[in-house]
């Protein structure tokens, strides 16, 4: 169940408190398998000790929380499913709690473990703590999945288990970057998707014999720590999601279901749903030299593109408002360092004099456009001067490398004066959307954090400064998002960490990410790829839909082709063009291209289908074809491209996952030509595409005949 903020949780359970709790319909895909989800959360509920954690407590090894003293256990009803929570009495004043959840709609079950000292001294040491270790019956199992951002930019695995190990380990402080904390375990005739949320280090190993696969998994790698008196600690969220046969396309659609319905954060105060919706940037129609980000952007800068936005009627969803908006911590102007200038939040009114930015944000909410703005809250940039001026305390950080050190946000005065900065200044400015951004690596300072709590209090620390800084960052997000819903701005976060580094399932309660890479700034190649892996785990998200060598080198002049802009259909289309200083610009194009995501966008969220297997980012040789399904509906829109070198001009797509014995209208969406197909004829003959030249596309509208 997803983790409301506190007000929301609070409306939550007031309502709960006060109506009856309604039915829970079981969802009718015949994949799901509700009743090893039941089985193992009766378990759960039964005996609570049975929850599968591990650690060391002190000389005491704990396979479990058998021999603990069960101070409390409450089963509980809720919208979507039942609660659990149980407390245990580690040690005198130490407590043990667990919270878990079984959606009873999908058969997803969760738990967290948490830890506290609540006791006048130090507790005695933690270390080897396994968030989970949990066998799986079942012959030749597989491990399918993909791995993280960066190096490895999503590249697609399936895996053989038998009588093997397989480990990762995500070692830097950034989830989702390198490796990816979300896995289809196929174990005899199912599987199960299990993920790991937690924003910080973590690893995961699956380990088969014989029938059995066990997984283990844990977070705060080599966490070896006591915990001293009010401090309390916390296990990733370990969430799983039982499915039946060994079909990828039926596991990876029950999981979208799932993750849209109920892990994906809420739009407004209200609890409305988050819809498909467009974003762009002004800094690349400034005129001016822009490095990255919103560098170059001022207060004369932004009216002639909106204007033009608004003449040619390409109006997105957000303006997007990136890095380089803020004083220096000097008190100074930034022209072109972003990265080396952070901290402060204080919006640089050389660029923006008087009430300009607050003017040009208005100006866009005229226009019905919403404007998020760039943050880097774990970030902070020439401590000294930051003390000096904007009254932050040099304790609170940690060197990371050059002149930035690394925000402590597991520090509550820290927490507290870094949020107070950044709600005042969307406040004051009229900002409807909170982007977060974290260009490094945190392990270092972390370490060094650990060392200094170490040296203080002669005990062991290691760890204790990343668990609380997580703590403390799901909090910053938690209070942002109440901070928003109060004053009616949206209630969910983008969520950057150099591009897709911090999308652990957790972090995606409350975030979406905007852009799911900084290299899905590039070829369409790459893109295609990325789609074919990614979208199976997390299906709202966003490319850009530009096409060039580098990630921050402008698209080609005259505007993105529809070869380009089909390849970034995704619920989040981030529109990438020079809008007034390319006199190349094809509006025409633009409108074509826009209007076509708009018509197609719902169908984004629904069931997805890669017909053609995964290529690498760089391989552009073949035949990329994705179908996506509304299974109420029964519409589909089937996605074709024949990629740059492919030589081959047909490509025959058969739709499995339609009604056999049903008619079915495909209109060709570049022709106009009609055809009439069953559903049998679809999925055994298919639709013969053909593309006389490399580098194109079709797009087919499927809907039934009647």
Known sequence: MKKAPLFIFLCMFFWASCSETPEIVPTDRPCADLESAERMFGTWTDNPASIPVSFVYGETVHNGLEGLELLSN????????????????????????????????????????????????????????????????????????????????????QTELKDTVVSFVSSNGRATHIVFPYFDLVHGNGGTLLAIGWAGTWQSEFCSEGSTTVWKAGNCNDFDSVLMPGEKIRSALVVMLPYKGRDRDDA??????????YNMPKADASGNSIQPFSTTCFAADTGLPNSDGSISERFYTWKRTLERLVYEDVKPDFRWFDAGWYFDPRGETVPTDWYGTVGTWELDTVKWPGKTFLESNEACHKE????????????VCDVEDLAKNYGY???WADFNRGNRYTNNLGNHDCLEWTLGRITKMMGENGVDLFREDNNSNPVKAWTGFDAKEAEKTGLPRKGITENLAIQGHYELWDRIIDFCAKNGKCTYIDNCASGGGRNDIESLRRSLPFMRSDADRTTTALRLSMTTSYCRWIPFHGANTKESAGELEPGMAGGSTFYITRASWLPVYNISEVFTHDVELDYDRLRATFGEWKKYNHLLVKDMYPLTPWHRHDDDSNWTAIAWHDRVTDEAVLQAFRQETCP???YTACLKFLKPDRKYNLTN??????????????????????????????????????
């Open 368 to 379: 019905g456009m919403k404007v998020l703005v760039w943050f880097e809250p774990e970030s």
């Open 393 to 395: 305390n040099p304790e």
């Open 648 to 650: 081959e001009p047909e």
């Open 669 to 706: 969406e570049d022709t106009g030509e009609v055809l009439t197909m069953t559903g049998s004829d679809l999925a055994s003959d298919g639709i013969k595409i053909v593309l006389p030249e490399p580098k194109s596309s079709a797009v087919w509208h499927v809907v039934p005949a009647e």
């Open 74 to 157: 409450t089963v509980s009803q809720t919208p979507s499913g039942q609660d659990l929570k149980a407390v245990f009495r580690l040690d005198g004043d130490v407590r043990l709690t667990v919270d878990a959840f079984l959606n009873t709609e999908f058969g997803e079950t969760e738990y967290t473990v948490w830890i506290e000292n609540n006791g006048t001294g130090p507790s005695k040491e933690i270390k080897e703590f396994l968030t989970a270790v949990i066998p799986f019956e079942g012959e030749d199992p597989m491990l399918r999945g993909c791995l993280g951002d960066h190096t490895n930019l999503y590249a697609d695995y």
């Open 252 to 261: 990876t659609n029950l999981w979208r279901e799932w993750f849209i319905k």
